[in-house]
T-cell receptor, first 115, second 113 residues
């Protein structure tokens, strides 16, 4: 168990809908990262938050947004869902502002299926 | 732009064979280097990491990796693989100039019993 909790584990929804994925980082970790893992695109970095502020942005679509709350949990919102958004969404957390000198711990992921 | 290349997308080995998975990155500055493993149905977990010092890094489960700066490489090795090593292996690089971790495409390793 990495200490990073993601809910829900599985999500099935229809095209055009909106979903929210939740991540609770390890106790004491200030950074949260979101990743998308799909068969065709591999592991893609989406976005990083550090202590409530957006720190880095990767290949995140405009239909997707995220935030980190004062209690440091994070939510990834996916809207106007398309079939191609079906993927495993991972959250990771680390102590510091980036991966510099720190290890990132990954959650079990949320498997999103868009039908 | 920074990139990480893992040349072998699929590797099939028999138990007790030796393993070497290649990882090359493109970035001229100081980097941190990581190998993560994802066992079937599980989350990614750290195998080993290099920040500085001895370029030969030992990780969990008998894995090691060697950082060769002149070749921009961080290859993962294990002298004798086991069936339980069947997993997907990801190389990742963090340039000291930014906070992002750049990932390779992953190598799926299958060990035949």
């Amino acid at each position: 168990d990495s200490g990073v909790t993601q809910t829900p584990k599985h999500l099935i929804t229809a095209t055009g809908q909106r979903v929210t994925l939740r991540c609770s980082p390890r106790s004491g970790d200030l950074s949260v990262y979101w990743y998308q893992q799909s068969l065709d695109q591999g592991l893609q970095f989406l976005i990083q938050y550090y202590n409530g502020e957006e720190r880095a942005k990767g290949n995140i679509l405009e239909r997707f947004s995220a935030q980190q709350f004062p209690d440091l949990h994070s939510e990834l919102n996916l809207s106007s869902l398309e079939l191609g958004d079906s993927a495993l969404y991972f959250c990771a957390s680390s102590v510091g502002q980036g991966y510099r000198d720190t290890e990132a711990f990954f959650g079990q992921g949320t498997r999103l299926t868009v039908v | 732009a920074q990139s990480v290349s893992q040349h072998n997308h699929h590797v099939i080995l028999s138990e007790a064979a030796s393993l070497e998975l290649g990882c090359n990155y493109s970035y001229g500055g100081t980097v941190n280097l990581f190998w993560y493993v994802q066992y079937p149905g599980q989350h990614l977990q750290l195998l080993l990491k290099y920040f500085s010092g001895d370029p030969l890094v030992k990780g969990i489960k008998g894995f090691e990796a060697e950082f060769i700066k002149s070749k921009f490489s961080f290859n993962l090795r294990k002298p004798s693989v086991q069936w339980s090593d069947t997993a997907e292996y990801f190389c990742a690089v963090n340039a000291h100039s930014n906070y992002q971790l750049i990932w390779g495409a992953g190598t799926k390793l299958i060990i035949k019993p």
